[in-house]
C-alpha cells in the first residue's frame, strides 16, 4: 500500500488567482505542438525544453537525449513525455538528483515541472516523501500527473515560469533559470582553497598559497621523492647500457 500523498496548503490565497503582469516585465513565450508549422519551430520547442528542465548549467551537445528528440518529431511521444524524459534521463539523474538530498531536488522540479516556487516547507516533505517511496521515476510521474501541471501545460506545452518575477534591478527573486542546481549541503562539501591566517582573497589570485621553499621542504613526501628518484636513475643507467651495447654491435 502506497502512502498518500501529504497534504499541503498554498503559500496564500494568491496562488488561486491568474498569474499576474508587471509593467515592462516580458511575458514568457509558450512552446506547444499545436501550433507548429515547420521544422525550426519545432528546434526552438526542444530548446525551450531543454533550457526549462536543464537550464544553462547542463545544456552541453553531450547531455542531448537524441531518441526522445526523434520521438518527438516523429510524433511518437507528447512534449509531456519528453519533459519526462529529460528529467529522469542519466544526466539529469547524476548532476541533480546525485548532488541534492531529497527536500532540494523536489524544490528543483516544482519549479522547473510546475512553474512556480514551492509553498511551503510542508510541500518539500510531502514530495519528498514520494521520492524516498517510489524513486525518481515515480515522482516524475505522480508530479506531471497533477491537476496543476495538466491544467496548466496538459501535453502538448512547455512548462514555464507561470508566476512573474520583479526586474532584475528591484529586489525581487531572480527567475529560476538563474538559480544554482545544487543546495548549501553539496556547495559546502566542495573543495576550500588554503587560507593560513591570511584574510579572504580580494584579488584574483589571491585565493592561491605563495610558493616558498621552506614550506615546499617541510611538505614535501620524501620517501616517495627518494624512490621516484631511485627509479629514475636505474632508468637512465640501463638506457645508457644499452646505448653502449647497440654501439659496441653495430659500431
Same mark, same amino acid.
Given at each position: 500500500?502506497?502512502?498518500?500523498?501529504?497534504?499541503?496548503?498554498?503559500?496564500?490565497?494568491?496562488?488561486?488567482?491568474?498569474?499576474?503582469?508587471?509593467?515592462?516585465?516580458?511575458?514568457?513565450?509558450?512552446?506547444?505542438?499545436?501550433?507548429?508549422?515547420?521544422?525550426?519551430?519545432?528546434?526552438?520547442?526542444?530548446?525551450?525544453?531543454?533550457?526549462?528542465? +536543464?537550464?544553462?548549467?547542463?545544456? !552541453?551537445?553531450? %547531455?542531448? =537525449?537524441?531518441? &526522445?528528440?526523434?520521438?518527438?518529431? @516523429?510524433?511518437?511521444?507528447?512534449?509531456?513525455?519528453?519533459?519526462?524524459?529529460?528529467?529522469?534521463?542519466?544526466?539529469?539523474?547524476?548532476?541533480?538528483?546525485?548532488?541534492?538530498?531529497?527536500?532540494?531536488?523536489?524544490?528543483?522540479?516544482?519549479?522547473?515541472?510546475?512553474?512556480?516556487?514551492?509553498?511551503?516547507?510542508?510541500?518539500?516533505?510531502?514530495?519528498?516523501?514520494?521520492?524516498?517511496?517510489?524513486?525518481?521515476?515515480?515522482?516524475?510521474?505522480?508530479?506531471?500527473?497533477?491537476?496543476?501541471?495538466?491544467?496548466?501545460?496538459?501535453?502538448?506545452?512547455?512548462? +514555464?515560469?507561470?508566476?512573474?518575477? !520583479?526586474?532584475? %534591478?528591484? =529586489?525581487?527573486? &531572480?527567475?529560476?533559470?538563474?538559480? @544554482?542546481?545544487?543546495?548549501?549541503?553539496?556547495?559546502?562539501?566542495?573543495?576550500?582553497?588554503?587560507?593560513?591566517?591570511?584574510?579572504?582573497?580580494?584579488?584574483?589570485?589571491?585565493?592561491?598559497?605563495?610558493?616558498?621553499?621552506?614550506?615546499?621542504?617541510?611538505?614535501?613526501?620524501?620517501?616517495?621523492?627518494?624512490?621516484?628518484?631511485?627509479?629514475?636513475?636505474?632508468?637512465?643507467?640501463?638506457?645508457?647500457?644499452?646505448?653502449?651495447?647497440?654501439?659496441?654491435?653495430?659500431?
Amino acid at each position: 500500500m502506497s502512502i498518500p500523498l501529504l497534504e499541503y496548503a498554498p503559500f496564500s490565497q494568491n496562488q488561486r488567482v491568474q498569474g499576474f503582469e508587471i509593467p515592462g516585465d516580458e511575458q514568457p513565450r509558450i512552446y506547444t505542438t499545436d501550433n507548429l508549422l515547420g521544422n525550426s519551430e519545432m528546434d526552438q520547442l526542444i530548446m525551450a525544453s531543454y533550457r526549462q528542465v +536543464y537550464n544553462e548549467q547542463q545544456m !552541453l551537445d553531450s %547531455h542531448r =537525449q537524441r531518441f &526522445l528528440e526523434s520521438q518527438l518529431r @516523429a510524433g511518437q511521444i507528447t512534449v509531456r513525455d519528453f519533459i519526462r524524459g529529460l528529467v529522469i534521463s542519466d544526466s539529469f539523474r547524476r548532476l541533480t538528483f546525485d548532488s541534492n538530498n531529497n527536500y532540494r531536488f523536489a524544490e528543483i522540479c516544482i519549479q522547473r515541472l510546475l512553474g512556480r516556487n514551492v509553498y511551503s516547507d510542508r510541500e518539500k516533505i510531502a514530495w519528498s516523501i514520494v521520492i524516498a517511496t517510489k524513486g525518481l521515476q515515480g515522482f516524475i510521474d505522480e508530479l506531471i500527473s497533477t491537476e496543476e501541471y495538466l491544467a496548466n501545460f496538459g501535453y502538448d506545452i512547455v512548462p +514555464y515560469q507561470r508566476r512573474r518575477t !520583479l526586474p532584475q %534591478h528591484s =529586489q525581487g527573486e &531572480l527567475p529560476f533559470a538563474r538559480m @544554482a542546481r545544487y543546495g548549501v549541503e553539496y556547495r559546502n562539501k566542495l573543495p576550500v582553497p588554503f587560507y593560513p591566517n591570511r584574510p579572504l582573497p580580494t584579488g584574483l589570485f589571491d585565493q592561491f598559497e605563495r610558493f616558498t621553499f621552506y614550506k615546499f621542504v617541510n611538505r614535501a613526501n620524501w620517501n616517495n621523492t627518494f624512490v621516484s628518484l631511485a627509479l629514475a636513475l636505474v632508468f637512465i643507467i640501463l638506457l645508457l647500457m644499452l646505448a653502449e651495447v647497440n654501439h659496441q654491435v653495430w659500431g
